[in-house]
């Protein structure tokens, strides 16, 4: 899931990772890729014009191998409050984005192609087949499709819709938008959408109320659960409309949520729909409870901390140590009427760090980028600018159980062992593990380290400058688009000073920051992304040769790797859990002795502060924050903080 850069730590970003697309917090991020059923649990009677033939089983719900926790006809999810009440505000700076979201700024409602800055939340405006479940790691049951019937070969779905499912204008959710929506997401949508789609083969409407969905044998176990998760749209509107055009209009939905008043680049709303066709379905029921939800936009951090403390948004997820650790004193913190907490995250950290681009020819070269990571000094970092909140992150696959650790094993050795001679031969022994300074800020045993790798890889030092085999100049421009995150290069470009390289930090508007990141045009550059617990196909998105070379893709190391391309198919190609860690234990390693990246840091917590106006479940669903879908507004609390002001 790519997720939003912070000072010390990033907001999470779904990307289209998400089991289900935008299902969850989102992302998160997304954001959280997941695998398909092809097992025979969780069986559901299915009634249609096209009804299950003997070698199909209908299903009220899927996941990775089949293991479903809730049962058919369940009421609702066990996280939330089925009696929860309507109504209210609930305001925020979005902490998650997707495809073409922004976080500083908007100038499109079109959040599904790659041109524009869309708006964070347009996704909350459109219906999707099936909906995952926030406690378990990639199951999906039936919201726009009541139920699916799949073939024995997990080839071909065949979704049944629900008469109810409407659109916004009242017009009825049929197959044909359904087939509209997927092929035009394939042919139009954004780069990761497209690349995700590519093992679609066919899409079909049976009839008005059964769409058939037919995978290439080759694909990945999650672009089913992708499939499902992706926005319907109407193939009516967009019959008189581009799709693929930036625009203002808010387009239409048929999800809990439609576009209200809105300000370009400030702020957007979304109004509930009070008779929402979905409301009270075991996936929707104790959810969608704020009349309002509302997205802020600020340029500048400091900016927005002082809008929260003085009551312009209620809801914030704080991501900058510095202000967790000294600026949480204000009046309303001190009379309760603000609340701050620290939550649980249980989903796999992903990566954070500054992403090298290896399109560049001085960056092409590994040995050029290992040297980086000793001029990073990450003790001194955490010590003295994020008060030592975190920890060095390691892996693509941080705090889950795919991370690389130790040698491998004899199974992770066998899928590595064909690759001998062609991958660093590190790859067979302990992964990488950037170094570990002194804490000094300018660990002198790790720069001398740093100038022998320079050296010995055809990189001396001429004039104080160093040089390639050529004799150019080593410069390197750091990209970023946020002033917060500066304290965090400084000393990191003056070490690589120290090392006789040049190196420079450029700040750009968001739009344009946006616009170089698709194009590739940049050295290096802060990015975090995560996975699910059971990534599949969109490790393609960040790691594969042919993203390399696709426009807006995540990859922004630019591998092309037939080692890293061969691993990601063993990864979607596993028929158990144990075979997928393994292999994306495999693939781990290999990635982190590219240097492609020099990592960041990493906690295993959310950071939250809120105006005392809400309720909430007593759980928290395990594998996401649950807000604001679980949330509520409290009329007691909001008076009793009204009369407190």
Known sequence: MILRKGSNHSRRDVLGLAAGGFAGSLLTPVLNSALVATGHSALAPISSARAATEDETARHG?????????????RHFDYVDPTAPKGGLFSQVGSTRAYNQNFLTFNSLNTFILKGDAAMGMERTFASLMKRALDEPDAMYGLAASAVAITPDGLTYRFLLRPEARFH?????????????????????HPIIRQLLREVTS????????????????????????????????????ATRVFDATTLEAPLGSGPYKVGRFEVGRYIEYDRVPDWWGTNLPVSLGQNNFDTLRYEFYRDRDVAFEGFTGGNYRFREEFTSRVWATRYDFPAIRDQRVKREIITDETP???QGWFINTRRAALANPKLREALNYAFDFEWTNKSLMYGSYERTHSVFQNSEMMAKGPPSPEERALLEPFRGRVPDEVFGEPFVPPVSDGSGQDRALLRKASRILRDAGF?????????????????????????????????????????????????DPVQYRARLNDFDFDITVQRFSFSLLPGESLRSFFSSQAAATRGSNNLAGIADPA????????????????????????????????????????????????????????????????????WYDGDEASKTRQTR
Request: net charge positive; glycine share 8%; hydrophobic share 45%.
């Open 62 to 74: 899927i996941s990775a191998f089949g293991d479903l926790k809730y049962p058919p006809g369940f």
């Open 169 to 189: 204008d009242g017009s009825r959710l049929t197959a044909a938008d359904v087939v509209f929506s997927l092929e035009t997401l394939k042919a139009q949508g």
């Open 203 to 238: 899409v079909e409407a049976d009839d008005e109320s059964t769409v058939t969905v037919r995978f290439a044998q080759t694909r990945g176990r999650d672009v089913p659960l992708f499939v499902a998760g992706l926005p319907i749209f109407s193939r009516a509107y967009y």
């Open 349 to 351: 950290s992903g990566a």
């Open 460 to 508: 001396p030092v001429k004039d104080g400058r160093r040089v390639d085999a050529n004799g150019k100049v080593v410069t390197i421009e750091f990209l970023m688009y946020e002033p917060t995150f500066q304290p965090h290069h400084m000393l990191f470009i003056k070490n690589l000073g120290l090392l006789g390289i040049t190196a420079t930090l450029r700040m750009v």
């Open 564 to 631: 890293v391309d061969a691993l990601i198919d063993a990864v979607i190609a596993a028929n158990t859990r144990q075979e997928l860690v393994t292999a994306a234990r495999a693939l781990d390693r290999v990635i982190r002795a590219g240097r492609y990246w020099v990592p960041h840091w990493y906690k295993a917590s959310h950071w939250i502060a809120y105006w005392d106006v809400f309720g909430r479940p007593a759980t928290k669903p395990r594998y996401a924050r649950g807000i604001p879908d679980t949330w």
